[in-house]
């Protein structure tokens, strides 16, 4: 639909046209955040390629327990910037954002 070859997706997320053809007949698995990546490149949500694969039901307070943290104001800018730093200064962030918090830097 939106005469898109394999290999403009491939370039867009950075793998090649052979390697999308595997994700395409299942040859290989695909990760969620290449997933992610490929719907970015469509320009459509994960949900739009994966429909709707659980029971419907509530999400379990585990899983809403461990996001809890990612709803609060300016949390996906955060991570964001912080994905989007070196390698280098990742831990140095992270060591100061402990250190503010008031929890143990290890």
Do not use: W
Not at 39 to 67: E, F, S, W
């Amino acid at each position: 639909m939106l005469r898109l070859s394999q290999t403009a997706l491939g370039e867009a997320i950075g793998v090649t046209f052979q390697q999308i053809q595997k994700y395409e007949r299942g040859a290989n698995r695909i990760s969620f955040s290449r997933l992610v990546e490929i719907a970015q490149a469509l320009g459509c949500r994960v949900h739009d390629l994966i429909g709707d694969l659980d029971d419907g039901g509530k999400p379990r307070q585990v899983l809403q327990k461990d996001t809890a943290d990612l709803r609060q104001p300016g949390a996906r800018q955060l991570l964001e910037a912080y994905a989007a730093t070196p390698a280098p200064m990742r831990k140095l962030i992270l060591s100061l954002a402990k250190e503010i918090a008031g929890t143990s830097p290890g």
